[in-house]
């Protein structure tokens, strides 16, 4: 549906997924709040992808690095010099645009007799200073990406885990990038997470290595419940290509706009640790003893924007449908992306029923997020899990206190099964790991 974009936005802000931020003073242009449901659902997004490049594998260890770096870093890898975008001002309404991405010479704002300065670079990094003193000799950079930390780490990471190539590191974590046209809800920020892993690799071994995980990335998308007619895997022109690249593809969800990058996977040769040991003045190459050589290891990067990926997953489940001549909103996440898996709910406020009801919420919580609630009447309380994602609702009514059984419902087919009190967990259980 060509509105899904504004569907979506509405329904982020009232079921609790996702706030404009600072939205009591007016927001903050393209910066967002993710809220109890989203922060859940975020949160899973980044717990499979954890279990997937890391839990899962042998040959891939995490890291944890600082946000803030050494100035020197961002001049080794380039970002400094490079990392840029062509930018012209409108002398009409003085507004600031990327001169990539206008179709024409005619303002977007003002159509006509506009007329634009001459492009000059900006440089996107976001600059602050450390310590008190506001000059030159303090000024450090947010990190516009987690990569440059596990590159600097690589031998700390050699030397402890005692893993050698082909191994990669992961990390999760803010990024900052001072983007002149950011939107389209959470898509494209200034603040934004990053979920990316450098894998380590002997050079002759880079190509086929880049193949598989071109196609383990798109795999992950699929696994999770994306329907795979929404993604494709786009290579990039040779003008596109980063400077440290010699190859990259993005892995593309078709959004209501258009497609949009979820993820890129680069071979970025052994552009880093050679620009870090020449900067540096540090040896990082890796000494392969079994066959009495040294080299420095090229790099294959899957880098995953964890926001982009919580919203096409958010847009991907969501459903509508008729039910008995009404409309259901229905978000048909996958049971392991459900912000709530269970939700608890007795079928009114009856004294005798809701101390059941909580003391089974109580015991489901020990195995996964559960929602209780108590209002309003039992369908519209059955539609607000729906739009919620909830896979499972678990109903107490009064037979319950007569059979010490509860009734399961299942989100998308709404199909319910009787089930005795003290089976409940290991049911529900059973079914989450299905």
Known sequence: MSDLLDVITNLAKRRGFVFPSSEIYGGLASTWDYGPVGVELKRNVKEQWWRSMVQCRDDVVGLDAAILMAPDVWEASGHLATFTDPLVDCTVCKRRFRADQLDDRDC????????????????????????????????VYLRPETAQGIFVNFPNVVTTSRRKPPFGIAQIGKSFRNEITPGKFTFRTREFEQMEMEFFVPPEQAGEWFEYWVEERRRWYVELGMKPERLRIRPHEQDELSHYSSETVDVEYEFPWGWGELEGIANRGDYDLRQHGEHSGKDLSYYDQPNERRYLPHVIEPAAGCDRATLAFLMDAYDEEEVRGEKRVVLRLDHRLAPVKIAVLPLSKNPDLVPVARKIADDLRQLTMVDYDETQAIGRRYRRQDELGTPFAVTVDFETLEDQAVTIRERDSMVQVRVPISAVGEELGRRLQA
């Open 108 to 139: 977007p704002n003002n159509k006509k007799g506009c007329e634009f300065t001459e492009a000059r670079e900006f440089n996107l990094m976001f600059k602050t200073f450390l310590g008190p003193v506001e000059d030159d000799t303090h000024v």
